[in-house]
């Protein structure tokens, strides 16, 4: 092979996996919604993605917060949580927990009409969520204790 070409192939291929690195890049994987369908704190869904999560959400068959957060930091950036859940529906936990993922929508908005509709109930002293990236927005949610 002629060394122009070989420098040519060469550098085409650096442009290609360096615009697979950039945000918004043609080559990212697409967003996705997960969406809670209980209180419970029960995690036995395959988390390992987001798709995943939704094509495996465990024997109970369900999506809990903890489910739906842990599929969202192993996906990487850009998806949501969203819940289906009565108003006012309770979500009870013992611990923070940690959003890693930037680009992350949670939104407690269950019925559409612009007001909080899931309370996170955590223990007094301690935060609910803590944000550890970038670009995030938590909406439409109560956080008490």
């Known amino acids: ?15 290609v996996a360096l615009a697979a690195l950039l945000p ?6 697409p967003s996705l919604t997960v969406t809670v369908t209980t209180t419970s704190m029960v995690a036995d869904g395959d988390t390992s993605s987001v798709a995943a999560l939704l094509a495996d959400p465990g024997d109970d068959g369900q999506i809990s917060f903890p489910e739906a957060l842990a599929a969202v930091n192993s996906s990487g950036p850009g998806h949501t949580i969203a ?5 006012g529906a309770t979500i ?51 956080i008490t204790g």
């Open 1 to 15: 092979m002629q060394p122009s070409l070989r420098l040519l192939l060469t550098v085409a291929l650096a442009l």
């Open 24 to 29: 918004g890049a043609a080559f990212a994987a």
């Open 83 to 87: 819940f289906n859940l009565a108003t």
């Open 92 to 142: 009870s936990h013992s611990y923070t927990f940690g959003l890693y993922a930037s680009s992350t929508t949670i939104d407690g908005d269950s019925n559409g009409d612009g007001a909080p509709d899931v309370v996170f109930n955590g223990p007094n002293g301690f935060h609910s969520i803590i944000v550890y990236s970038d670009n995030n927005t938590l909406r439409n949610l109560v």
